[in-house]
């Protein structure tokens, strides 16, 4: 059985809390594109983690977990991670990361905090993770495998030469000072040496796996909304989001996805910049901010909040061609009398329930409809039955507008707020 966790909106529609609740009955699970630059937040018997890096199915002791070749690997990020949930309790996880995940150097992130100050205001709103440097660069071909670390004859050249190419633009470009190999070398040896007992060839792992009907699970950064090709470009992220990439991005390109889990968040959010049809704004935004506790799991950053948008959503759940849908946080709306859903936009006086092209967003206006509230707390409901008429209306709404069953109800952070459809 091959599950992906993705998600259908922006990002932060909340995969973590559905693959820590499904990895219950995976073998395997990878995270398969993305870097540190955004947060998985978990809540568990062993306490809340905010994950960059690891797979969210890493605190049960039955299931490997691995970083996949097309994530952009933050080595001290994903050191500190392990030693982190070690600390607390989580006993001995078994961590992999491909040979062939590449490394995200400290030039990227330094590249990354130049490039947002030399935009200035016109910035894209970037963690500064060195997100897009490292995926510029491994397109071009220039960065280092994990795997480079077991020849170190090698990598000492092939570092040179990337540092004599980084230079040129580190110091021509943006007049910043030239990294010494001293400094990458010392950096390799401090951090880099203590990823070697991760490493492994995954893709032969995988293909073993799969041959043997082990339960693999692909999980998600960000939202079909942020990928690269399909999403609101510029404002998507440096990589492919989608679960059609996942086999690739997990190094084993022939796997078959039997399920996706599309995750959905009962509203809409949004981090950084970029068109948000359905943004809300002044005592109507801060009340769902505040409600849902909407400040970014990486950067603590506010985000936009907005009504439920059917129509990015229907697109977001047709990109990643989900199969059944997870709901989330539909008990942040239980304190409204009325709730506002995007239902179509509305470009040049025109209506359209079609996801139009980026450039065509910002002058799309949403055209919006209210469905009643419940105004109760559904934290405690763990039935179908157990949801007042009103929430049954709204979850059918959405189903219906979407196009794809909702299987899965989430009413609280905690694992097991959870219904099941
Ligand atoms: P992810 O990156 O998609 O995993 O999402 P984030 O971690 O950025 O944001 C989801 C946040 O909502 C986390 O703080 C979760 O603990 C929390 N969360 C997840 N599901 C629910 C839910 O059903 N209700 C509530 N109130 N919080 C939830």
């Known amino acids: 059985m091959v599950k992906a966790i993705v998600g259908a909106n922006w990002g932060d529609e909340g995969k973590g809390k559905i693959t820590d609740m499904l990895a219950k009955d995976a073998d395997i699970i990878i995270r398969f594109q993305g870097g540190a630059n955004a947060g998985h937040t978990i809540v568990n018997n062993y306490g809340k983690f905010a994950l960059h890096t690891l797979p969210s199915g890493v605190f049960y002791s039955h299931t490997t977990s691995i970083i996949g070749n097309g994530v952009a690997l933050n080595i001290p990020l994903l050191v500190k991670e392990i030693a982190s949930i070690v600390e607390r309790g989580v006993p001995k996880p078994k961590i992999l990361v491909s040979d062939r995940a590449q490394i995200v150097m400290p030039y990227h992130i330094l590249f990354d905090q130049l490039e947002e100050e030399r935009l200035a205001g016109k910035s894209f709103g970037s963690t500064k993770s060195g997100i897009a440097p490292f995926y510029s660069d491994k397109f071009a071909k220039k960065t280092v495998l994990a795997g480079e670390l077991l020849y170190p004859d090698a990598l000492e050249e092939h570092l040179k030469a990337l540092m004599q190419w980084k230079n040129l633009t580190l110091t021509g470009v943006y007049g910043a000072e030239a990294y010494t190999m001293e400094t990458i070398m010392e950096w390799k040896d401090r951090c880099c040496e203590r990823l070697k007992p991760f490493l492994c060839d995954t893709d032969i792992l995988l293909s073993d796996a799969q041959a043997a ?196 109800i989430s009413v609280g952070a905690e694992r097991d707020s959870i219904i099941f459809r």
């Open 213 to 408: 009907g082990k339960s693999i699970m692909f999980e998600a950064q960000l939202g079909a909304l942020r990928d690269l090709d399909l999403g609101i470009y510029p404002y998507t992220t440096s990589s492919n989001t989608l679960a059609a990439y996942a086999p690739i991005g997990s190094g084993c390109p022939a796997a078959r996805i039997d399920d996706v889990v599309g995750v959905v968040k009962a509203y809409s959010t949004c981090v950084g910049e970029g068109p948000f049809v359905s943004e809300m704004f002044g005592e109507a935004a801060d009340k769902l901010r505040a409600a849902g506790a909407e400040y970014g799991a990486k950067t603590g950053r506010p985000r936009r909040v907005g009504a439920f948008d059917t129509v990015a959503t229907r697109y977001g759940v047709q990109m990643q061609q989900a199969t059944e849908i997870a709901l989330t946080k539909l008990d942040v709306l239980s304190y409204l009398d009325k709730i506002p859903v995007c239902t179509g936009y509305s470009v040049e006086g025109r209506e359209t329930h079609r996801f139009p092209f980026p450039a065509a967003l910002d002058s799309a206006k949403p055209v919006t409809e209210y469905l009643p509230g419940w105004q109760c707390d559904i934290s405690g409901a763990r039935k179908w039955e157990d949801l007042p008429k009103a929430a049954q209306d709204y979850v059918s709404f959405i189903e219906n507008a979407i196009g794809c069953p909702i299987k899965y």
